[in-house]
């Protein structure tokens, strides 16, 4: 049988999970139950409207000070 899934509600009071109707005539006697906890936040990708601009992002390393020599950064050691 192929893999249903949906979202539903669980109450802890009746021991009872609600299966959607459209469902009902679908599952099996013996069945295997998954919870995921829906309530922790979940990865949301950012669009570039949402993205920091440069200056929103807080310096970790403070570079003012550090002398770039192009030629020692392609000196091969």
């Known amino acids: ?3 249903i899934q949906f979202e539903t509600t669980v109450d802890l009071e009746n ?4 299966i959607p109707e459209q ?3 679908q599952i099996p ?5 998954t919870f ?7 990865l949301k990708l950012k669009t570039r409207k ?3 601009s440069i ?3 807080p310096a970790i390393l403070d570079t003012r000070d550090w002398k770039f020599d192009r030629e020692e ?4 050691r």
């Open 15 to 18: 021991y009872s999970i609600r």
């Open 55 to 57: 200056d929103e992002i």
């Open 36 to 42: 995921d906890d829906e309530e922790k936040p979940r």
């Open 50 to 52: 949402e993205m920091p």
């Open 73 to 76: 950064a392609n000196e091969r």
């Open 1 to 3: 049988m192929a893999s």
């Open 29 to 33: 006697a013996r069945v295997t139950v």
């Open 23 to 25: 469902y009902i005539d």
